[in-house]
């Protein structure tokens, strides 16, 4: 199977990179952390300018008609960068969520302010209760006239805090746990009873929202879990691709260092022992490139068991490969590593924070095991 680029998809993926390599410098990131919105406006008007924040929407709807392939350039271009702005929470969720979930007319209302980056989207999904499983739900949805009133709260929205809209998960019928039952509402930011922002780990943005009759603008689906997992799929893709490129970019700048930093007279990259891990590191790398690329074919299967299944094994191989070479990018340092002046630690928080999204390895695999495996028995 051939998996070099088309001249197009160079060209998007040069812009990209391009643009980040000249404007988004490890100061110029540490400068947006600490801005008003903790990310940067600016470049989020040239996101647009450049047409990365129509990538996935159809042209019909105002987009740039691109697939899955050209999310997988997006995706590890942003994590080569370990940017902040949110892409993943507006175009990733939200955008996955209106191509499979909204009606024509919704998507003509939203997607040309997404696409001229005026509108941002979130999705308000976990709970306190629910960890890693999507249909754990205990808002609930009732019937409020011709609409919907939402109650609940919702915690780790990513970038929730400067959302315009809301995607939520909602309980229309059934128990706590009940995959059937459990609705996707868009609820305006303006409903939210409270939004309380905070900055993760890595420097990226979450908020804890709340809902108290808050009246949804829109229902996507009332018994909508299929929805949910298909976006989250899409999303598992985009995470794995993101990973890539983050580890990409440490295993450079730790073979950099390997070859400037001396002990006993001479560059620590001559150390047998040293050179082990780093080309543990690169085969990591590379098997976690390979399931990206699987991950992008994957998501778009029809098939949702088969889909789910394929995602819990990319999960699985990109978690250990982020935490291992995140983790020898660390001990290969030594202590600058630690340091917040330095961008290696920025990264591995980066890959701990992507890990633990949607489910962490041990999840996956647990997962992954309970459905038989990747490659199932005859």
């Not at 997607?111 to 941002?120: D, F, K, N, R």
């Not at 001479?266 to 543990?280: E, S, V």
């Not at 924070?353 to 999840?363: K, P, R, W, Y």
């Amino acid at each position: 199977m051939d998996f070099d680029l088309n001249e197009e998809q160079s060209l998007l993926q040069d812009s990209i990179r391009r643009t980040l390599t000249d404007r988004y410098g490890f100061e110029a990131r540490r400068g947006f952390i600490a801005g008003e919105t903790g990310w940067s406006r600016e470049m989020w008007a040239q996101y647009a300018e450049l047409g990365l924040l129509g990538l996935p929407f159809s042209e019909e709807d105002g987009g740039f008609g691109g697939g899955a392939e050209e999310m997988l350039i997006l995706a590890e271009q942003m994590g080569r960068s370990i940017t902040l702005e949110p892409w993943f929470s507006t175009l990733v969720l939200g955008g996955g969520f209106l191509r499979h979930g909204a009606d024509a007319r919704l998507r003509g209302e939203l997607v040309p302010g997404i696409a001229s980056g005026e509108t941002l989207l979130a999705f308000a999904q976990q709970e306190r209760q629910s960890r890693y499983d999507l249909h754990d739900v205990q808002t609930t949805a009732k019937r409020d006239g011709s609409g919907w009133a939402i109650t609940g709260r919702k915690g780790m929205v990513l970038h929730g805090d400067t959302a315009d809209h809301f995607v939520v998960t909602a309980r229309t019928g059934g128990g706590q746990r009940d995959r059937q039952g459990v609705g996707v509402f868009l609820v305006p930011k303006s409903e939210a009873s409270s939004v309380k922002g905070f900055r993760q780990v890595d420097g990226s943005r979450a908020a804890e929202v709340a809902f108290e009759n808050a009246r949804a603008s829109h229902c996507l689906s009332e018994d909508g879990m299929d929805l949910v997992d298909r976006v989250v799929d899409e999303a598992i893709a985009a995470l794995a691709a993101e990973a890539v490129g983050a580890m990409d970019v440490v295993h450079a700048m730790t073979l950099d260092y390997m070859k400037t930093r001396t002990q006993f007279g001479r560059p620590i990259g001559t150390f047998q022992a040293l050179q082990h891990k780093a080309a543990d590191m690169l085969v990591a790398i590379e098997q976690s490139r390979s399931m990206a690329y699987f991950a992008a074919m994957a998501s778009r299967g029809e098939n949702a068991e088969e889909r789910r299944r394929d995602m819990h094994a990319v999960k699985v191989q990109v978690g250990r490969a982020s935490r291992l070479v995140g983790q020898h990018s660390i001990q290969l340092h030594g202590g600058i590593a630690m340091t917040m002046e330095y961008a290696a630690g920025h990264y591995f928080k980066r890959l701990t924070v992507n890990e633990a999204t949607f489910g962490d390895t041990d999840h996956h695999l647990r997962a992954l095991s309970d459905a038989g495996g990747l490659v199932q028995a005859a």
